[in-house]
């Protein structure tokens, strides 16, 4: 339109906005590596720190860390709700979104380590309650 009223073509929109918004998101997903690594590293202290309250503190503690995977696994139906309630699979996510999806999988997989991790710590390393929380109940053999 703007090209028949004044005769020329106005310049295309630049691209830096989403360039700097994928480097942005790119750049958290990197650091999201070395801050797993730390959690790793330390999950003999954090163990150890809660090696004398119940099992259900440590636990607790360890909630956070299942809201990037219920995020990755639920992304479809949020990004559906946020274009007006359209369907959309779960596999174009990826395809449209790209960096984000890219950095959600990056710092879900940096979770589930340190979850990992801290969990095997706090039933190798913690007090039998620990353990006996994760034990089955030792079945009896009297029959009613």
């Known amino acids: 339109m703007e090209l028949i009223d004044s005769g020329g073509a106005s310049e295309p929109p630049s691209n830096a906005g989403p360039l700097a918004v994928d480097a942005v998101l790119l750049t958290l997903a990197a650091a999201g590596v070395p801050a797993a690594w730390r959690g790793v590293r330390r999950a003999a202290d954090w163990a150890r720190a809660r090696g004398d309250r119940p099992w259900r503190t440590g636990s607790v503690r360890l909630l956070p ?3 990037p995977p219920l995020l990755l696994a639920t992304l479809h139906e949020v990004i559906g709700w946020l274009f007006g309630g359209r369907d959309v699979a779960w596999f174009q996510v990826p395809y ?22 801290r969990v095997v710590r706090l039933l190798t390393s913690s007090p039998a309650s620990y353990r006996q929380a994760a034990e089955p109940p030792p079945e009896s053999d009297a029959h009613p």
């Open 65 to 67: 860390y299942a809201v």
């Open 96 to 117: 449209l979104f790209t960096s984000f999806w890219a950095a959600l999988v990056a710092v879900t997989l940096a979770c589930a380590v340190v979850v990992s991790a």
